[in-house]
């Protein structure tokens, strides 16, 4: 419990900026119009694909004996990439739907 203490302590303020970037995140979101919720929500996902350049480079810094840590990149790869093509795929759709008719 002392260590748990401590590390909050030597964190205090990244701790506040986590929480503070909480609040700002449902703020700005919570005021976002409907139109536009689709249309942002595929834009992040496609933005996404952090995730997977950080798996793959935690996957290719982890030891082969650490399973843990491939298995947890493996997902983050495999749910990134899905993350990643359903922005694609909504992004799309939308678009689509301006499309002139022929």
Same mark, same amino acid.
């Not at 401590?6 to 700002?24: A, G, K, P, R, T």
């Not at 491939?70 to 694609?88: E, I, M, P, Q, R």
């Given at each position: 419990?002392?260590?748990?203490?401590n590390?909050?302590? #030597?964190n205090?303020s990244?701790?506040? /900026?986590?929480?503070l970037? *909480?609040?700002?995140g449902?703020? $700005?979101? %919570?005021?976002? =119009?409907?139109?536009?919720?689709?249309? #942002?929500?595929?834009?992040?996902?496609? /933005?996404?694909?952090?995730v *997977?350049i950080?798996?793959i480079? $935690?996957? %290719?810094q982890? =030891?082969a004996?650490n399973?843990?840590? #491939?298995?947890?990149?493996?997902l983050?790869v495999v749910?990134?990439?899905?993350?990643v093509?359903?922005?694609?795929?909504v992004?799309?759709?939308?678009?689509?739907?301006f499309k002139?008719?022929?």
């Amino acid at each position: 419990m002392q260590t748990v203490l401590n590390w909050i302590e #030597l964190n205090q303020s990244i701790i506040y /900026i986590v929480i503070l970037m *909480i609040f700002v995140g449902i703020e $700005v979101i %919570g005021r976002v =119009p409907a139109v536009l919720h689709t249309p #942002l929500m595929s834009g992040a996902n496609a /933005i996404h694909g952090v995730v *997977i350049i950080g798996a793959i480079i $935690v996957m %290719g810094q982890a =030891p082969a004996d650490n399973y843990l840590a #491939l298995v947890l990149g493996f997902l983050a790869v495999v749910l990134g990439t899905v993350n990643v093509v359903g922005g694609f795929v909504v992004t799309d759709r939308m678009l689509e739907m301006f499309k002139k008719k022929k």
